[in-house]
């Protein structure tokens, strides 16, 4: 660190934090990082790192020593004519790129798993999501043979419904889940109904994508509103198969 | 008796290393694979094999009934009817695009995988059975311009393939094909490798060239039987031509997501064939059929459409391009005995919300809501007795429709070879508050609706894509080139200061 000027230590640190970022997101997340985003980080990256630069006095002379150098030095002349040169020209540039208007899509942020209201309406009843449990979960261990039942039942009701989008290995990736956005739910992932609780899922195939609060944009949501298809009772089964077939357990109020 | 057993030992080792690394069913378990089976493949292909599970209904494809002994994707040579265990597991493993059998190699391993292809062999019976010899490549002839001349000589020579597969390939049948369980099946196009069962490499389609698809009027062109028959080398030919038919400029990006519409001089003329639109973008899009309102549909005979737009001062054109198997006009004799009964005509639509969303809200994707109403500008291909024709619908839900006045709208649509284009014109700013009003650099929400009048599609059974981004690319503006002019002249300035000050401190000194 010693030998490398202050000045060029600033600039690697930012553009190593930047690619840094670009590495993360678009390469090891798989996730391209949106460029407002990447703004906003930078712009706190370059104030924090010029804030430490800048925190004594010596430190922010050192700090701008080779610019001044670059004027006051006439040695260094040549040097100064190409940078003064160079400079307007990128400067143009940027604001040449930045006013030219965008065909970028805009960037459309939503909540996935939005919090559910208390209580909500199905099939003309009202009920409290705080309160709904499977009625069939309880079957688990009082009646293990009819429990088996209920998840096949629930299998033959996802097979003939819910495979489309969501898959047959319940991964999200079913035959038309190319064409929609956003996409369909992974089922297997860590992050989606393992923690969740089954009324939430009641709630989420009940009413559908319309059912959604405007926070996670209920008119992309593909999602069908199952009530009109499905009866109380299949909506639990398919509840419970979910969970069974990808060996997931449902988050309880105990935990 | 030591000596034996440790003999009997070695042998049994190097069975099970010889076994191992090429793979087959032998080495599979069937018990194994019928725990696996049960779990996973019952909901389609059923407890007994025989296809009929619970999901098969909504299913076209058909899943495969394994009882029946008929495997349609296999690359045993054209007079055996076992397949090679390598097919039954490369099925499994890979899956078969364009149907709803998914790849299992993520979730399960190559022993589970060699056990169900072991299980699979008992239904019906081929655990005890040899597979016959597999196709003969003899000798690869690599792609080349002179291979794919030929190929295509010898794909339209007295209708070899373009029979069912069409003259440019897109299964735009002219005969009825039916499955051997009676289901309808749909000569592959050939334009479109997403959709091939197998890869579209080279290799996999000589084998489906050689074999046939045992089940369906697919014919082996490697029986000597036949009238068509091929030699080794002139199948590898056509194979490399088939290879080549891949329209990949007009395969889906998932990334675009926006139809960017040029401004152009000119008016835009009525015809969709017109060479005003050879430089227009296109942009192709998947569509999934409508399985979220009252009377879904599962079985869609069409999954992307192509979307292209210009625009003039006064008025904006959208271009369809989708490929249709079938020229769907109800009352015309080669429709009826061809499409499914009741035939209905082919319809497109374009849906627009009626205001330009401000913020992130749009109307539902499937015909708006009661809060955003959509537009939707609807072409049919009309019948032997009545033209084709344009409706404007002005909706919001599904089930609303309303008919608006379509006076100020223009469709015209031409079916050529397997492909509808259809183009839609209207000026950009209407006097209707119940009708969009474009504006340049503004993003419009677009979606499209699309009706296979063949395929019993009517009403809500049709295919449809969410929504997507139309933009009017703004008339070049002078605004960035004087911003950066007035940046570079600001920078110089404060540059020159910068040095007189400098050099006006050391004169000080």
């Given amino acids: ?255 | 008796m030591r000596l034996v057993s440790k003999w009997l030992r070695i042998v049994g080792l190097g069975c099970l290393l010889m076994g191992a690394p090429s793979g087959y069913a032998a080495d599979g378990s069937p018990e194994n694979g019928e725990e696996i089976y049960l779990k996973r493949c019952v909901g389609c292909h059923g407890v007994d094999g025989d296809g009929l599970g619970p999901g098969a209904e909504r299913l076209l494809p058909p899943p495969r009934d394994f009882t029946s002994g008929m495997f349609k994707i296999m690359s045993t040579a054209f007079d055996g009817y076992i397949p090679q265990d390598q097919d039954i597991f490369k099925m499994i493993k890979l899956g078969m695009p364009g149907t709803a059998m998914p790849g299992w190699q993520d979730i399960l391993s190559e022993q589970e995988m060699w056990d169900l292809v072991a299980y699979i062999k008992v239904f019906p019976g081929y655990d005890e059975e040899e597979p016959g010899a597999a196709v003969e490549y003899v000798e690869q002839v690599p792609s080349s311009e002179d291979s794919i001349a030929k190929g295509k000589e010898l794909f339209l020579e007295d209708d070899r393939c373009s029979e069912c597969h069409g003259e440019d390939g897109k299964g735009n049948a002219i005969k009825r094909l039916l499955g051997d369980n009676g289901e309808r099946t749909w000569p592959r196009n050939l334009t479109k490798p997403w959709t091939f069962r197998h890869s579209n490499n080279p290799k996999d389609i000589f084998t489906r060239i050689s074999v046939g698809i045992p089940g369906t009027q697919m014919p082996s062109f490697a029986d000597p039987a036949s009238k068509k028959v091929l030699t080794p080398e002139e199948r590898w030919h056509v194979a490399n031509y088939v290879q080549s038919l891949a329209k990949t400029s007009e395969a889906v990006n998932p990334e675009n997501t926006v139809i960017k519409a040029a401004r152009v001089d000119q008016a835009i003329p009525d015809d969709p064939y017109d060479e005003i639109w050879t430089d227009a973008l296109p942009s192709t899009f998947f569509m999934v059929p409508q399985i979220i309102a009252e009377n879904r549909h599962f079985t869609p005979s069409n999954d992307t459409i192509t979307v292209r737009s210009i625009y003039t001062p006064t008025e904006i054109g959208i271009l369809l391009e989708w490929d249709d198997r079938t020229f769907s006009q109800p009352g015309d004799e080669d429709s009826e005995k061809i499409g499914d009964s009741p035939l209905y005509e082919d319809k497109v639509a374009v849906q627009l919300p009626v205001t330009i969303p401000t913020g992130m809200e749009k109307p539902y994707f499937v015909m708006g809501d009661r809060d955003n109403a959509v537009n939707l500008w609807r072409w049919r291909g009309g019948t032997t007795s009545e033209p084709e024709a344009v409706s404007q619908i002005s909706a919001t839900g599904v089930g609303t429709g309303v008919e608006l006045d379509a006076e100020g709208l223009m469709g015209r649509g031409v079916y050529k070879s397997g492909t509808w284009r259809v183009l839609f014109k209207r000026s950009l700013i209407t006097e209707s508050e119940d009708e969009l009003q474009f504006r340049e650099g503004v993003f419009i929400p677009i979606a499209f609706f699309a009706w296979d009048g063949s395929n019993g599609e009517s009403g809500t059974k049709h295919i449809l894509s969410t929504w997507y981004w139309l933009v009017l690319e703004s008339s070049s503006s002078s605004v960035p080139f004087l911003g950066s002019l007035l940046a570079l002249i600001l920078v110089l300035g404060l540059e020159f200061l910068w040095v007189r000050s400098s050099s006006l401190q050391e004169e000080n000194h």
């Fill in chain 1, 1 to 255: 660190m010693q030998k490398i000027p202050k000045l060029l230590q600033v600039v690697l640190i930012v553009v190593g934090v930047y690619f840094g970022f670009v590495l993360l997101f678009d390469f090891i997340l798989g996730q391209v990082i949106p460029s407002s985003l990447l703004n906003m980080y930078m712009f706190f990256i370059v104030a924090g790192v010029l804030a430490v630069y800048t925190a004594t006095e010596d430190g922010t002379r050192e700090l701008v020593a080779p610019i001044k150098s670059l004027v006051e030095d006439p040695s260094k002349k040549k040097t100064r004519n190409i940078v003064f040169a160079v400079t307007p020209v990128a400067v143009a540039l940027f604001v040449y790129l930045q006013l030219v208007p965008s065909l970028e899509a805009p960037l459309e942020l939503r909540s996935i798993h939005p919090a559910p209201p208390s209580t909500v309406k199905i099939y003309g009843k009202r009920f409290d999501l705080r309160t709904l449990v499977n009625p069939y979960r309880k079957l688990e261990e009082e009646d293990p043979e009819e429990f088996r039942a209920m998840v096949e039942a629930g299998a033959s009701i996802y097979i003939q419904n819910c495979h489309f989008c969501h898959g047959d290995k319940l991964d999200g990736q079913g035959p038309y889940a190319a064409g929609l956005n956003p996409v369909p739910l992974n089922f297997q992932d860590v992050g989606t109904i393992a923690q969740l609780q089954e009324s939430f899922l009641f709630w989420r195939i009940a009413t559908g994508g319309p059912g959604l609060p405007d926070e996670a944009a209920p008119w992309i949501s593909s999602m069908p509103v199952w009530q009109e298809f499905l009866t109380e009772e299949e909506i639990w089964q398919v509840i419970l198969y979910l969970y069974d077939y990808t060996g997931r357990r449902p988050r309880s109020w105990e935990e």
